[in-house]
């Protein structure tokens, strides 16, 4: 299928009207094949989702953490088999039902250190954007989860003591009763304090390490993890659904979600990943891209593994790299307003993006996304 095609299929989707805007992209390890917006940033003035549209990509920044970890591994700045309590400026909590266990970066890179979201996650994360309208905008989502005021945002480390550190007030049901290293449970909070650690082990903050050694050296020039280093001029409303539009926000957590970007960007990274795998990336050594891209765990480390869905991260995992059960590398992501996925192929170096600023909870909805993605299989010759 040529470019006219694929953007006549998925305009055919968008008329369903289950999407406000979205961007998505095509690449393989020379570049982009494809990309391209569709309907609207901003619904009530009628501005274009563009491919230089920008908004923040939910759990696809975890794939970010775990380069970041890999590059301060090869700086001789830490080392992923380390205990945590090494790199912590607060005493951290060991999981209640197993004290002698230490937890590991390792552990926190594949999920399985046992360390838990628990209810303060939602209620104490999530933090509105300062000066903007919020005429209009709906201040929870999905009726439970709570945009607390501007003024009361956390740093990363307050909120990770809170949670963690022995007297930490919000640390209750902070971890599974699982041994450390077991089973696999997906963590944002162990993915922020993966980021975390990489501040205390290099001495730069995570958004000024990522971008020294990420962002620049690939030309992301639109993204950022802050409001304050990105045009946001560009910066799409978000919707709960079609009719209802959110409020800007920002996390505490934010490199378990946050990374704010477009989809012309986010293709440079993924062509990127896609080079590492073959022993061709710039920004690690081709063995932190090895140990980044190596499956870490196995059927024992699993309760429930998902083998239905090929895009679910799942079923293995790298160093915060999905796995799906077919063999696709990439992640998801899910979040207040926002929807994505990245995967690519390794068998045809073929990869996927889709980032949307609508979320979905029907069949409908459901079935439009994975129409759209299915679409984007089809390997587009040329950019349109």
């Known amino acids: ?36 917006g569709f309907g609207f940033s901003d619904v009530e003035s009628q501005k274009k989702y563009s491919e230089n549209t920008i908004q923040n990509i939910a759990s696809i920044s975890k794939t970010f953490v775990g380069i970041a970890l890999l590059k301060a591994q090869e700086l001789g700045k830490l080392n992923l088999d380390d205990p945590v309590e090494k790199y912590l400026p607060f005493t951290i909590i060991a999981n209640p039902d197993f004290p002698n266990e230490k937890i ?39 009726d439970e989860q709570i945009f607390n ?88 409303k978000l919707y709960e659904n079609p009719e209802t539009v959110l409020p800007f926000y920002e996390c505490a957590t934010y ?23 073959n022993g061709k990336g710039k920004i690690l050594s081709k063995e932190s891209y090895k140990e980044y891209f190596k499956p870490q765990l196995s059927a024992s480390n699993f309760i429930e593994r998902n083998n239905k869905n090929p895009y679910s991260e799942s079923y293995n995992v790298g160093i915060f790299i999905g796995f799906g059960y077919t063999g696709y590398i990439g992640h998801t992501g899910g979040d207040p307003g926002v929807m994505s996925m990245m995967f690519f192929n390794p068998k045809t170096n073929i990869g996927r993006i889709m980032i949307f600023n609508t979320n979905f909870t029907d069949k409908e909805g459901n079935d439009a996304f994975y129409n759209i993605w299915n679409i984007l299989e089809s390997n587009p010759n040329s950019t349109k």
């Open 255 to 277: 490199p378990d979600g946050g990374f704010i970007t477009s989809v012309n960007d986010l293709s440079k990274y993924l062509t990127e990943l896609i080079k590492g795998y």
């Open 104 to 142: 590991t970066i390792r552990q926190l890179a594949t999920h399985t250190s046992s360390i838990s979201d628990n209810e303060y996650y939602l209620s104490k994360n999530y933090f509105l954007k300062a000066d903007q309208n919020l005429h209009g905008a709906k201040l929870n989502f999905d």
């Open 1 to 36: 299928m040529d470019s006219n095609n694929i953007t006549k299929e998925i305009n055919k989707i968008y008329a369903q009207k289950k999407f406000n805007g979205f961007a998505v992209s095509v690449v393989d390890e020379n570049g982009t094949l494809y990309q391209k």
């Open 149 to 236: 005021p501007s003024d009361s945002l956390l740093s990363m480390q307050v909120f990770l003591e809170n949670t963690l550190a022995e007297n930490g007030k919000w640390n209750k049901n902070s971890f599974t009763n699982k041994k450390p290293g077991e089973i696999y449970e997906y963590s944002n909070v162990g993915t922020t304090l993966a980021a975390f650690i990489v501040e205390q082990a290099t001495g730069k903050k995570f958004n000024d390490f990522t971008k020294e050694y990420i962002l620049k050296p690939l030309n992301m020039n639109a993204s950022g993890w802050k409001f304050k280093e990105i045009n946001f001029s560009n910066y799409s």
